[in-house]
């Protein structure tokens, strides 16, 4: 019943910016914790950022400096502003939310990917 939906990704060239968003929708009481993830071909799924309902950060030493997570919770949506993008950032991005479905019950959901391709 609950839905991510990612948006903003596409092609890019080195040093240029991006911002991502993720959208929940359905039936939500809350949402927890929320976090971008990217997985390049051939490599491990790797945190990028999260943040949680409070707005306590945490970011891979890769994207430090350069990325911005946020979120508004009263519209369920996480952003990730992407700057000073450089190939190496490349891949596909997942968006993952902790979801209080009732005040009892807790899920993980995953977006299906937005791309990101930097272009030197």
């Known amino acids: 019943q609950v839905r991510l939906v990612e948006s903003g990704g596409g092609l890019v060239q080195a040093g240029g910016s991006l911002r991502l968003s993720c959208a929940a929708s359905?039936?939500?009481?809350?949402?927890?914790?929320m976090g971008w993830y990217r997985q390049a071909p051939g490599k491990q799924r790797e945190l990028v950022a999260d943040?949680?309902?409070?707005?306590?950060?945490r970011y891979a030493d890769s994207v430090k400096g350069r990325f911005t997570i946020s979120r508004d919770n009263a519209k369920n949506t996480a952003y990730l502003q992407m700057n000073s993008l450089n190939p190496e950032d490349t891949a596909a991005y997942y968006c993952?939310?902790?979801?209080?479905?009732?005040?009892?019950?807790?899920?993980?959901?995953w977006g299906q990917g937005t791309q990101v391709t930097v272009s030197s």
């Open positions: 993952n939310a902790l979801v209080l479905l009732t005040p009892r019950y807790e899920y993980a959901y």
């Open positions: 359905g039936s939500i009481f809350s949402i927890n914790d």
């Open positions: 943040i949680t309902r409070g707005g306590s950060t």
